[in-house]
């Protein structure tokens, strides 16, 4: 690898597989070749005066792994016309780039690309690869380790090959992954609920490859028993209190959730977490442990709502490179239903939707229809909707400290229409 005048840009010669010999250039934001046609210089191999063709480049933005391979054959474009690689000069040390291109347009999937390189210098491949990894790699952002949960039977079928088809992507990005392929509803939860805050710390996230179910699942598990908030008010008392009370309650519980340092793990270090068992304790929403989806379900909803593409490699690739998306939780919470019973009340988490009545029907009614795949829901829709059940329900809010919001505004409105 030779310095240029700038310090910052390298170039050598180095052979790039299905192209033939290239002078690659490596500058602060990314990698150039340009083919060196050394025919049509009339001159020796030693000397560099070489007619450039149409250049190539990819960015370290769209690099999501470097591999040093082995020793073997890189193809010239031209393997037949008896140029200058002939015989055993095909073989040589090899790296390969393994990069994407973006779509134009958000919701448009990303398609992954890669370059081979070689060169018969095994130091010089050594370097390049040193040198590419130390200018793609950022280890803030980037997972190391992901426990990973494949739905075998979510959407068509699928889960288990949608993983296959990703698993290598996040191998080159040498991501440890512990995979589980799920035997029942629930498996998911029942795994995430019971890892300890030890184990959970190990991780840097979870993924899980299926639909919004599983996804749910995932979630649930995380925060069953890890996001210690303190309850929202019970209807009951939200009736007997005055709205002046009610104010304060929510005070309280905003003191509560602040004092409970909820949104950081107790006990991390510059890289995440610390591993004392005693002293780790994973608490959510934190900064550092990750929830990714790779869909495969039958309407794979969050996924829309973030990558905006139902497309595999697309979410493996926003994982891999640490890619973070806020998405909006709701906590929802069931209130024991006598005024005697001591018992906690029972919350689940919702990410897409939390459905009530009509839609806990259709959920309900579809299972039995899996075999149909995504056209259960119109079917179980349709089954649910003529059997034509009423549903009861009250909706109470609280007022936020500041004046009413937009959105308090229009769940007014909403509310006075439905009233009408
Ligand atoms: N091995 C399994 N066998 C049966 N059910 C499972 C299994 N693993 C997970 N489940 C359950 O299946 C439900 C649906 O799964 P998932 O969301 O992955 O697929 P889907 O219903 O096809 O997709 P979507 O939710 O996007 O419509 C989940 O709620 C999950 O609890």
Redesign the pocket.
């Known amino acids: 690898m030779e310095r240029n005048g700038s310090a910052s840009t390298s170039t050598s010669s180095l052979f790039l597989d299905r192209v033939g010999e290239v002078a690659v250039t490596l500058d602060p934001d990314g990698l150039s070749w340009k083919p060196i046609d050394r025919e049509s210089s009339g001159s020796s191999c030693l000397c560099m005066n070489y007619r450039l063709k149409t250049e190539n480049r990819i960015e370290f933005s769209n690099v999501y792994a470097v591999e040093l391979i082995d020793w073997g054959l890189i193809e010239d474009a031209n393997r037949n016309s008896g140029s200058f690689f002939s015989g055993n000069k095909f073989e040589m040390y090899r790296f390969v780039v393994h990069g994407f291109h973006r779509g134009k347009t958000h919701g448009s999937p990303w398609t992954l690309c890669e370059y081979t390189f070689g060169h018969k210098d095994m130091l010089i491949c050594q370097s390049w690869v040193e040198h590419l990894i130390a200018s793609t790699n950022n280890d803030a952002v980037r997972p190391k380790s992901l426990l990973v949960?494949v739905?075998?039977?979510?959407?068509?079928g699928n889960?288990v090959k949608t993983w296959e088809t990703v698993a290598p992507i996040f191998s080159h990005a040498k991501v440890q992954t512990e995979v589980t392929?799920?035997?029942?509803?629930?498996?998911?939860?029942d795994c995430i609920a019971s890892l300890s805050h030890r184990e959970l710390s190990s991780f840097d996230g979870i993924v899980?490859?299926?639909?919004?179910?599983?996804?749910?699942?995932v979630l649930n598990g995380l925060l069953s028993s890890r996001h210690d908030a303190p309850f929202p008010p019970s209807p009951q008392e939200l009736d007997n209190k005055s709205d002046k009370n009610c104010q304060h309650l929510n005070n309280d519980i905003s003191r509560a959730v602040e004092s409970n340092g909820l949104g950081v793990s107790k006990c991390t270090t510059n890289n995440g977490p610390c591993n004392a068992d005693e002293d780790v304790k994973v608490s959510f929403p934190n900064d550092w442990f990750r929830v990714g989806l790779i869909?495969?379900?039958?309407?794979?909803?969050?996924v829309i709502s973030t990558t905006g593409t139902r497309d595999p490699v697309t979410s493996a690739l926003h994982i891999i490179l640490g890619k973070k998306v806020s998405l909006d939780i709701a906590q929802v919470v069931r209130w024991k239903t006598s005024p005697s019973s001591t018992e906690v009340p029972s919350v689940r988490y919702a990410a897409s939707f939390a459905g009530y009545g009509f839609y806990g029907d259709v959920i309900k009614e579809?299972?039995g229809y899996?075999w149909m795949?995504?056209k259960r829901?119109d079917f179980a829709g349709t089954v649910a909707f003529l059997k034509h059940r009423s549903y009861e329900a009250k909706v109470t809010f609280l007022k936020t400290e500041e004046q009413e919001t937009t959105s308090v505004m229009i769940l007014k409105m909403l509310l006075s229409i439905l009233q009408m």
């Open positions: 949960f739905h075998p039977l979510c959407g068509k889960g392929v799920t035997q029942r509803a629930g498996h998911a939860f899980a490859v299926g639909g919004d179910g599983l996804f749910n699942e869909p495969a379900g039958s309407t794979d909803a969050i579809s299972e899996r795949g995504p829901y």
